[in-house]
């Protein structure tokens, strides 16, 4: 499948501060999925997203399906140390019905 | 969510020997479930897609008669590393997708295979 291009690769940053991460894709996606990855878990659902423009909130999560279809971001406010982990992005393309992965962006909270 | 079951979330095989690995769908019908690897600070590399009933589809450079995938019924299916060598040590993923709700995807906790 097709990679998405997520950025950034890593983040460090302190407890309380707001945290945002992007992904890109060459070709048109009709769905951006959000998923959490602590160590030696499977990746777990955060927000799923189906149209563009659309903007879905998790509790301090927020995520956004760009209006060219192309991009998405999700943005995670006043952040804790529970929320280290590894983020993918994810999304289905008009060609195919297997999802394809950003390489994750590594996000670790001091408190 | 969707509850997703993978079985056993770590084995520990001798080299030339085959391990068997479940995926689950406990509480949904999986029409299709895709077969995950993962290696360390890396993303999911896709393997291979099953859709229950008929032969999975592997992807390029995936060796399908080493990692033997079987979707027998509607909630399970296996991965089965053949002849095992310690380069297949890695951690395996399944995911499942909603007969339903099938544009979210659903993973198991992963399975960690340390082949010596």
């Known amino acids: 499948g097709q990679q998405l291009n997520q950025s950034p690769q890593s983040m460090f940053i302190q407890e309380g501060e707001d945290v945002s991460m992007n992904c890109t894709s060459s070709?048109?996606?009709?769905?951006w999925l959000w998923y959490k990855q602590d160590p030696g878990e499977g990746p777990v659902l955060l927000i799923a997203?189906?149209?563009?423009?659309e903007l879905t909130s998790n509790g301090r999560l927020t995520a956004q399906f760009g209006i060219t279809r192309k991009d998405s971001f999700l943005n995670i406010s006043a952040s804790i140390p529970s929320d280290v982990g590894i983020y993918f992005c994810?999304?289905?393309?008009?060609?195919?019905?297997?999802?394809?992965f950003g390489k994750g962006t590594s996000l670790l909270v001091t408190p | 969510g969707a509850v997703v079951s993978q079985h056993p979330s770590r084995v520990i095989c001798k080299s030339g020997t085959s391990v068997k690995i479940e995926c689950r769908s406990l509480?949904?019908?999986?029409?299709?479930m895709f077969w995950y690897r993962q290696f360390p600070k890396k993303s999911l590399m896709l393997m291979a897609t099953?859709?229950?009933?008929?032969?999975?589809?592997?992807e390029q450079g995936v060796e399908k008669d080493k990692f033997l995938i079987n979707h027998a019924s509607l909630t399970l299916s296996t991965l089965t590393v053949t002849s095992a060598h310690p380069e297949d040590s890695s951690f395996y993923i399944c995911?499942?997708?909603?007969?339903?709700?099938?544009?979210?995807?659903?993973f198991g906790q992963g399975t960690r295979l340390t082949v010596v």
């Open positions: 995911s499942a997708l909603s007969a339903v709700m099938n544009t979210e995807a659903f």
């Open positions: 070709s048109i996606f009709n769905t």
């Open positions: 997203l189906y149209k563009a423009g």
């Open positions: 994810a999304g289905y393309s008009n060609s195919g019905y297997a999802l394809n």
């Open positions: 509480d949904f019908q999986a029409t299709t």
């Open positions: 099953s859709n229950e009933g008929s032969k999975a589809t592997y």
